[in-house]
């Protein structure tokens, strides 16, 4: 299993997702991982938009410290930034720079996928962490977390499920 010291384990929320996809690991990491697909599945769901389009920063995007711009629908950007990358098992990366109210609330993300292979159907792990800055926002975003983000995590996950079995 990844474990990843540069993510925070005090002072943190976490939330995670998963779904079971039939289709093999390389297609699911594949597709998740792309930069270039991602606005296929990173989908619009309540009040988080969905991905626009990907700025390669420092790439490409497939070895630890290379970053990625995130345009969102809204105009919103935010940046990410490998931790670690075990090609078709997993990858782990921290966001930051978010142009919206996150940065009020929180300023710093990681992100960890893992992909395993279940009886000839990929199991995809989503686990999002996010640092509060005091005890005053930790309140708003366990909300914001529980009922709009691991709402817009799961609808991802959804629609790439849906993208991949569909192949």
Not at 6 to 22: A, D, E, H, M, Q
Not at 46 to 67: E, M, N, Q
Not at 139 to 148: D, E, G, H, N
Request: glycine share 6%; net charge positive; hydrophobic share 35%.
């Amino acid at each position: 299993s990844m474990t990843d010291k540069t993510i925070p384990t005090k002072g943190i929320l976490k939330r995670s997702v998963n779904t079971t996809v039939k289709c093999s690991q390389e297609d699911a990491f594949a597709l998740i991982s792309s930069s270039d697909e991602l606005h296929l599945w990173l989908k619009k769901c309540g009040a988080v938009p969905g991905a626009k389009s990907v700025d390669i920063i420092k790439g490409p995007y497939d070895f630890i410290g290379a970053k990625r711009k995130i345009t969102f629908e809204s105009g919103d950007t935010a940046q990410e930034e490998l931790l670690s990358y075990n090609s078709s098992a997993n990858y782990s990366y921290t966001v930051t720079k978010f142009s919206n109210f996150l940065e009020k609330l929180s300023g710093h993300g990681y992100g960890q996928l893992w992909f395993d292979n279940e009886l000839g159907e990929t199991r995809i792990t989503w686990t999002y962490t996010f640092k509060y800055k005091n005890i005053f926002k930790r309140a708003a975003l366990s909300l914001f977390l529980t009922f709009v983000y691991k709402k817009f995590l799961n609808n991802s996950l959804k629609e790439a499920k849906r993208i991949l079995e569909k192949k």
